[in-house]
């Protein structure tokens, strides 16, 4: 059976508006994210990998990148590493040697970085020991996790550079979801390769409600976003969602994404790592 002219002309102008199209589309992104994570373990971290994984291709097909997500950190390499501008760790490091030495020179050669609350997590002892020297002491620079606040709960946070691309659009104070907050070995205000973001404001105070004493903060100073200005990367305290424990139901109690200003801090900061530079320059 022979096709029509018509039909045949229908068929072709379909393909060629198909083809500009994806054309369209492809020089219209403007780069990609590959996202790493575990998704094992804590429910709250879990959560939290669900919800970033449907929040941001929505980010991605509202400002124009791509978003990819694994849970293979094999992938954790040069050749694969090379077709996305933007590396997110979700919830977790990784731990083979090649991979990490893969990472950091991704790193070294200008490539961007997100990372959320557990990731920068080391203890020794524990599960995730402080075995990474470069990456917890130079790249985050904040060395071993030491304590943290509990029941998961809201936060004041303090804006502390205005000028940085990723904070230049909030106010000076704002209140995140739930979080459980973490407090570190090293003060990064006497490191000169940090810029500290945001930081717990002190009308948080007090901060958790326990049942441990020592998990309600009730003064000090916590930075929970910076950079490192000899990188291109950026790490969030936040990404633990408040879980129904106490029930054993594992239902979801909060959102990360549900604070309007902790979103477009995310998104401010995913944009700089996808487009611009090391400072905004």
């Known amino acids: 059976m022979h096709l029509s002219t018509k039909i045949k002309t229908a068929i072709f102008t379909a393909c060629l508006l198909f083809c500009v199209i994806v054309t369209y589309a492809q020089s219209n992104t403007k780069f ?3 996202a790493f994570y575990t ?5 709250a971290h879990i959560s939290f990998v669900h919800e970033a994984n449907k929040e941001f291709p929505e980010l991605a097909a509202e400002y124009h990148f ?3 997500s694994t849970s293979n950190w094999s992938n954790l390499n040069a050749e694969f590493l090379s077709h996305y501008q933007v590396v997110i760790f979700l ?4 731990e083979d040697p090649t991979q990490r030495a893969a990472f950091q020179q991704y790193m070294e050669n200008g490539g961007g970085w997100m990372g959320f609350h557990f990731s920068a997590f080391a203890l020794t002892p524990s599960d995730v020991p402080a075995n990474w ?3 917890h002491n130079t790249f985050l620079g904040s060395g071993q996790y ?5 029941r998961p709960t809201s936060a004041i946070l303090r804006v502390e550079d205005h000028k940085h691309p990723a904070t230049k659009h909030l106010p000076e104070t704002f209140k995140s979801a739930p979080n459980e ?3 570190w070995e090293y003060d990064l205000r006497k490191n000169p390769d940090i810029k500290i973001l945001c930081s717990i404001d002190s009308t948080s105070f007090p901060l958790g409600t326990g049942p441990k004493q020592s998990e309600i903060w009730h003064s000090g100073y916590y930075p929970v976003v910076w950079t490192n200005e000899n990188f291109k990367m950026i790490y969030f305290n936040m990404g633990h969602n408040d879980i129904d424990y106490e029930h054993h139901t594992n239902k979801n109690l909060s959102h990360t994404f549900d604070s309007p200003m902790e979103k477009k801090l995310i998104i401010d900061a ?3 790592l996808g487009t611009g530079k090391k400072t905004d320059e």
């Open 146 to 150: 030491v304590s943290n606040t509990w």
């Open 39 to 43: 998704a094992k373990n804590d429910q």
């Open 91 to 94: 919830d977790t490091r990784p």
């Open 32 to 34: 990609k994210v590959i």
């Open 270 to 272: 995913l944009l700089w």
């Open 133 to 135: 020297n470069w990456y």
């Open 181 to 183: 907050w973490y407090r």
């Open 66 to 68: 791509t978003y990819d």
